[in-house]
Antibody, heavy 114, light 106 residues
Framework: QVNLLQSGAALVKPGASVKLSCKAS????????IHWVKQSHGKSLEWIGY????????NYNEKFKSKATLTVDKSTNTAYMELSRLTSEDSATYYC???????WGQGVMVTVSS | DIQMTQSPSSMSVSLGDTVTITCRAS??????VNWFQQKPGKSPRRMIY???NLADGVPSRFSGSRSGSDYSLTISSLESEDVADYHC????????FGGGTKLELK
């Protein structure tokens, strides 16, 4: 069965970076894009961007272009999102989801605090 | 950028009600609209895909429809397990989510 397993919660200091992981199983990793989504405090969902695991091609929401960097490791079927220069505005739950939104990771809460 | 205007933002409902939530797209997105249910502390669950198709395992009281640029999710005979947040998503051009609708019991 398809599963997207995300890394655990992160507490990071302002100005630092954090790299989140999303390990896929149960399907051919390179067949489907992986999207990342932000949800601040149970509010609405925001699309961050997607990556094509086969080619590494990425596309970002303009709002997150200087904030997020998406990568993959095909050898481990894992997608990554690095968030840089963190501020309190980046405190949120981040989800990875497969193309179409049929499968989601469990979400990872990132807290930015000194 | 495509905007998805979702309404209402919240709704007070009773068990057995028929509930309709709507998203209006700012430009043509064709059939490329999905609907998601989200319960507190949980990941979104896809309920409807391509505007009108019921996702696997979703009860038949859920349905999706389209009228021009308006997309609707209807829940017939609301049950307690349906009380949740609902989000629409357009995926015709990148992704855009609606603002969400919170269903609360009266």
């Amino acid at each position: 069965q398809v599963n997207l397993l995300q890394s655990g919660a992160a507490l990071v200091k302002p100005g630092a970076s954090v790299k989140l992981s999303c390990k896929a199983s149960g399907y051919t990793f390179t067949d489907y894009y992986i999207h990342w989504v932000k949800q601040s405090h149970g509010k609405s969902l925001e699309w961050i961007g997607y990556i094509n695991p086969n080619s590494g091609y990425t596309n970002y929401n303009e709002k997150f272009k200087s904030k997020a960097t998406l990568t993959v490791d095909k050898s481990t079927n894992t997608a990554y999102m690095e968030l840089s220069r963190l501020t309190s505005e980046d405190s949120a739950t981040y989800y990875c989801t497969r193309e179409g939104g049929g499968y989601w990771g469990q979400g990872v809460m990132v807290t930015v605090s000194s | 950028d495509i905007q998805m205007t979702q309404s209402p933002s919240s709704m007070s409902v009773s068990l057995g009600d028929t509930v309709t939530i709507t998203c209006r797209a700012s430009q043509d997105v064709g059939i490329y609209v999905n609907w998601f249910q989200q319960k507190p502390g949980k990941s979104p669950r896809r309920m409807i895909y391509r505007a009108t198709n019921l996702a696997d395992g979703v009860p038949s009281r859920f349905s999706g429809s389209r009228s021009g640029s308006d997309y609707s999710l209807t829940i017939s005979s609301l049950e307690s397990e349906d009380v949740a947040d609902y989000h629409c998503l357009q995926y015709d051009e990148y992704w855009t989510f609606g603002g969400g609708t919170k269903l609360e019991l009266k």
